[in-house]
């Protein structure tokens, strides 16, 4: 019912850019916090950054000043913007959101299939 769908990821040198979009769809009332997390092999997953439905964010330390998160309300949409990529922000980037269906009902947590990023010279 719900989807998430990444993009926007891909090769790039150290020191570029990627800019992530997240593009929620499906039977969506409201959608509360949202966020990206991120699996590099050999680690667990972490959380990257994340974003309320007032706009508040926060960041993990590794990426604080890097990176930058936002969100269209209107489009149900999520995007992070990544600069000076390093060769440790190699991972699978997933989204996350809570979505509530409808408005008698509670968020639930959903996932999107995740997108690769590779920074490598």
């Known amino acids: 019912q719900v989807q998430l769908v990444e993009s926007g990821g891909g090769l790039v040198q150290p020191g570029g850019s990627l800019r992530l979009s997240c593009a929620a769809s499906?039977?969506?009332?409201?959608?509360?916090?949202m966020g990206w997390y991120r699996q590099a092999p050999g680690y667990q997953r972490e959380l990257v950054a994340r974003?309320?439905?007032?706009?508040?964010?926060n960041y993990a330390d590794s990426v604080k000043g890097r990176f930058t998160i936002s969100r269209d309300h209107a489009k149900n949409t999520m995007y992070m913007q990544m600069n000076s990529l390093k060769p440790e922000d190699t991972a699978v980037y997933y989204c996350?959101?809570?979505?509530?269906?409808?408005?008698?009902?509670?968020?639930?947590?959903?996932w999107g299939r995740g997108t690769q990023v590779t920074v490598s010279s």
């Open positions: 996350n959101a809570d979505i509530a269906i409808d408005p008698k009902q509670r968020e639930y947590e959903y």
């Open positions: 974003i309320t439905n007032g706009d508040s964010t």
């Open positions: 499906g039977r969506i009332f409201s959608i509360a916090a």
